[in-house]
């Protein structure tokens, strides 16, 4: 099936303003829901503010819709309330309403935090189990149960992206193995979109030299990263080295100002 109505969550926070931008006008209706206001800007486009949290608002939202791209919720670690509330209930809520709606598929905007207990010398696919490190990455996995859930029960197809880092580009040593850029999330949301497939767990990452994840998941998909966070490597150990020289002396910031590499701090 060719989705023409897609719905995105969290459509006005930073992943959904890059997809609205690389989506805007190649669908019959793009619609944008957040609980933040926005505004509609390109053709094609239909805002429905909505608070994921209400399950009667959400079943609604979904109405009409072939595809959701659901990256609503709450990001970073927080107290048991908020990730109840917004991430546990609302994609709940968002399944259910796909379910009542007739979607035939959910691309949930999952989390490498679902595996952030593993060790970074082990390499992990999109099989392994979950290991989450907060109270965030468990809403995580707790998100590709109940993707699993509506697709083997209800028939939704439903591709869940264990996302690591989507940045402009690396800024850390860590992201150059769990960069994901701007263009590959958006092709990665492509396959989604188009791919034969019932419930997958990939990885959303580029085709990083370091990466910590086996993708081939996502390559046997469609997915095909051309971005490679080792093109920054350079750059990245230059600011790991400012800051760490920042912490060993008392000037703190002002002490690296001249050093690029490790070489030349040395002497
Ligand atoms: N950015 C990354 O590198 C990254 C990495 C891993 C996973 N993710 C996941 O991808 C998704 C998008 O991430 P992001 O970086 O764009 O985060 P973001 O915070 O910029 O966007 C999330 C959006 O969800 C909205 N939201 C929060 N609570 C809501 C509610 N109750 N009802 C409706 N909308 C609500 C916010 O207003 C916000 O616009 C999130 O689910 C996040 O967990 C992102």
């Given amino acids: 099936m060719t989705s023409k109505r897609i719905l995105i969550t969290g459509a006005a926070g930073r992943l959904g303003t890059i997809l609205r931008q690389s989506l805007a006008g190649r669908f019959e209706l793009l619609r944008l829901s957040d609980i933040v206001p926005m505004t509609a800007t390109a053709e094609g486009e239909q805002i429905a503010p909505c608070d994921l949290a209400d399950a009667a608002a959400v079943r609604d939202l979904c109405e009409g819709m072939d595809a959701v791209i659901h990256l609503g919720g709450i990001p970073y670690e927080t107290g048991w ?3 109840l509330r917004t991430n546990i209930a ?3 809520n968002l399944y ?3 379910r009542h ?3 035939d598929r959910v691309i949930f905007a999952s989390s490498n935090h679902a595996t952030g207990m593993y060790p970074n010398d082990r390499t992990l696919t ?3 189990p979950p290991r989450p490190d907060s109270r965030y990455g468990l809403t995580k996995a707790f998100g590709e149960d109940v993707a699993a859930l509506y697709a083997y029960k209800h028939g939704i197809r439903s591709l869940c992206l264990r996302i690591g880092s989507c940045l402009p580009k690396p800024d850390n040593r860590r992201a150059l193995s769990t960069w994901l850029s701007h263009k590959d999330f958006v092709r990665l949301v492509e396959v989604g ?3 034969d497939y019932v419930h997958e767990i990939v990885y959303g990452v580029s085709r990083n030299t370091r990466s910590w994840w086996d993708n081939s998941a996502a390559y046997r998909l469609g997915y ?4 490679n966070a080792e093109v920054y490597a350079a750059e990245v150990e230059s600011i790991e080295l400012k800051a760490e020289l920042a912490r060993l002396y008392q000037g703190g910031n002002f002490v690296p ?3 690029t590499s490790r070489r030349e701090w040395l002497g």
Wanted: net charge negative; hydrophobic share 35%; no cysteine.
């Fill in 81 to 83: 309330s908020e990730m």
């Fill in 90 to 92: 609302g994609t709940v």
């Fill in 96 to 98: 259910e309403g796909a």
């Fill in 101 to 103: 709606a007739g979607v």
């Fill in 126 to 128: 999109g099989g392994s």
């Fill in 193 to 195: 979109l188009t791919a």
């Fill in 224 to 227: 095909e990263p051309l971005d």
């Fill in 257 to 259: 100002e001249e050093f």
